[in-house]
């Protein structure tokens, strides 16, 4: 069984900055593209960023400058240090998962992230 849990969302002030994790249980990062999408009320989910097998990383304009996605695969875990907060920012924050070999799949149930002007 495959499980990716989200953590770090919270409610935060504009300009301040979160450290989201997401750690998976039941599958291995490193044969996984990873990635970061986030989905506003009212709004459909939007890529965040992406980030490869050996590194290579991908970010949505919106979020260029400000956020960064990292991996640690002996920790079997993904990040997404978020700066300079704004408003717009407010979202659910979902981690997902791409398996190299077979392209399934999966997604965490996502963690709330408030930004408040």
């Known amino acids: 069984q495959v499980q990716l849990v989200e953590s770090g969302g919270g409610l935060v002030q504009a300009g301040g900055s979160l450290r989201l994790s997401c750690v998976g249980s039941?599958?291995?990062?490193?044969?996984?593209?990873m990635g970061w999408y986030r989905q506003a009320p009212g709004k459909q989910r939007e890529l965040v960023a992406t980030?490869?097998?050996?590194?290579?990383?991908n970010y949505a304009d919106s979020v260029k400058g400000r956020f960064t996605i990292s991996r640690d695969n002996a920790k079997n875990t993904v990040y997404l240090q978020s700066n300079s907060l704004k408003p717009e920012d407010t979202a659910v924050y979902y981690c997902?998962?791409?398996?190299?070999?077979?392209?399934?799949?999966?997604w965490g149930q996502g963690t709330q992230v408030t930004v408040s002007s």
């Open positions: 039941g599958i291995t990062f490193n044969n996984n593209i």
């Open positions: 980030i490869g097998i050996v590194g290579g990383t």
């Open positions: 997902n998962a791409r398996t190299i070999v077979t392209n399934q799949v999966y």
